[in-house]
């Protein structure tokens, strides 16, 4: 049994217990809603053709999540003239369920139990304490700089001593200037 049905706008195949995607509709999760735009309906090859929808024939769907689709991109572009624009759009949908399809009122809902596994409290067993050591933390020791500036620090200790070494040089170069 299988039915074509107006949905937020849309037409989808539908047939009981089949899990569907449709535009985001204003319900919430776990509401139960009733759509009465059925266009077609089959039941064991006789088919019944609205015009345009069948009175008196529903489906209910329940909606199981609200989520949102893949992402799409939508590029234009012109040839030769330079023109490009892309933008990127991710459509709102809602999770339907559907669970049941028929005349109004006479709709059975077969409603699925979950079971929750229970599991057992851990038993707690009394053990001897055992002497807790003490860790005492030692307290970081930050880096004011990073390697750049470690390096560019040695570099000006060895041109330090290397600049000591050559200030004689360094004096008699000034003086043959003036």
């Known amino acids: 049994m299988y039915a074509i ?10 047939e009981e217990g089949k899990k569907i995607f449709v535009h985001r509709l204003e ?39 609200h989520v949102r689709g893949d992402k799409v991109i939508v590029f234009k572009k012109k040839r030769k ?4 624009v892309k933008n990127g759009h991710r459509q709102n949908f809602s999770q339907l369920e559907i669970i049941g399809i028929g005349e109004k009122g006479s709709i059975v809902r077969k409603e699925t139990v979950k ?46 001593k290397k600049a000591a070494e050559k200030k004689p040089a360094a004096k008699k170069a000034s003086k043959k200037k003036e």
């Open 5 to 14: 049905v107006e949905i937020a706008g849309q037409q989808f195949k539908v």
């Open 27 to 65: 319900a919430e999760k776990d509401a139960i809603l009733e759509f009465d735009r059925v266009l077609l309906l089959e039941d064991n090859d006789k088919v019944l053709v609205g015009e345009p929808v069948l009175a008196n024939y529903v489906v209910e769907g329940k909606v199981l999540d």
């Open 81 to 84: 003239k330079g023109y490009r």
């Open 115 to 160: 079971k929750e596994k229970v599991k057992a409290a851990p038993v707690a067993t009394e053990e001897p304490a055992e002497e807790k050591k003490t860790v005492v933390k030692k307290a970081a020791v930050k880096k004011t700089g990073s390697k750049k500036e470690e390096t560019a620090a040695k570099t000006v200790k060895t041109e330090g």
